[in-house]
């Protein structure tokens, strides 16, 4: 929508992780059943991020600084890129109220036209992206091209080839990172373990030299996706129910 062309590579590479996804789903791959336990196991998620709201008001940024309080903040990059607080806090509940009812799922949206030939959910995602688009048309922020796009690289295999790793693994986990979030909101345990994991494989990413940067990919990311990949299929492979 603001005009990368590194994103519709990435785009591609997502659509074909789901649709491998979509190969395990028919052949039987499957979670398991969906179970009900304690309530106090579904307020976990909430309450965590609740907290963390709570620490950011009482420590809120101080402008150049890097800390404040027990809290650490980006001063540049894209973490340091944010909107203020009550305007993040207002816009999040608005899109979250909207998404939870709407069941917006990027790899949703993909999945259900590949495997049923609907487009109810793939509708959200048409509608999201025009409206981005018409937005950073109105803002000026529509850059066309590959060069120069912001927190984005050329290595346009390794762009798809880690997109892909995400949408496998996405299909394979039953809906996209947004989606997930949702879920935990309505007391879905896995989906909380889930947004857990995006938070600590976030970490280990900047950590460990995984995470990609304008300069390319980093120095141990393509092993990383390989790796990822086979783990995917793996899974896939493995965790199918048995027919006769």
Same mark, same amino acid.
């Given at each position: 929508?603001?005009g990368d062309g590194n994103a519709i590579i990435g785009l591609l590479g ?114 999201? =992206?025009?409206? %981005? @688009? $018409?937005? !950073?048309?109105? *803002?000026?922020?529509?850059?066309? /091209? ?53 938070? =600590?494989?976030? %970490? @280990? $990413?900047? !950590?460990?030299? *995984?995470?990609?940067?304008?300069? /390319? ?6 092993a990383a996706v390989v790796i990822g990949l086979f783990v995917c299929l ?11």
């Amino acid at each position: 929508a603001g005009g990368d062309g590194n994103a519709i590579i990435g785009l591609l590479g997502l659509a074909c992780g789901v649709w491998i996804g979509t190969l395990f789903l028919k052949n039987g791959y499957n979670l398991g059943r969906t179970n009900t336990t304690h309530t106090s196991a579904g307020w976990i998620m909430p309450l965590i991020m609740l907290g963390f709201l709570v620490l950011t008001l009482i420590f809120p940024q101080i402008d150049g600084e890097n800390k404040s309080g027990v809290l650490f903040y980006s001063t540049k990059g894209p973490g340091a890129m944010h909107a203020p607080l009550f305007i993040s806090i207002l816009a999040g509940i608005t899109i979250g109220f909207g998404a939870q009812r709407s069941r917006f799922c990027t790899m949703g949206a993909l999945r259900d036209l590949i495997l049923f030939r609907q487009i109810h959910l793939l509708s959200g995602v048409i509608s999201l =992206v025009v409206c %981005a @688009f $018409a937005v !950073n048309l109105i *803002l000026g922020q529509f850059n066309p /091209g590959f060069a120069g796009q912001p927190v984005a690289h050329n290595m346009s295999i390794w762009n798809f080839a880690g997109m892909t790793l995400a949408g496998l693994a996405f299909a394979l986990a039953g809906g996209c990172p947004g989606r997930q979030l949702f879920l935990a909101g309505e007391g879905d345990g896995d989906a909380a373990i889930f947004v857990l994991g995006m938070i =600590v494989g976030a %970490a @280990f $990413a900047h !950590n460990f030299d *995984l995470a990609s940067s304008p300069k /390319g990919v980093g120095p141990h990311g393509i092993a990383a996706v390989v790796i990822g990949l086979f783990v995917c299929l793996f899974i896939g492979f493995t965790m199918k129910n048995k027919t006769t």
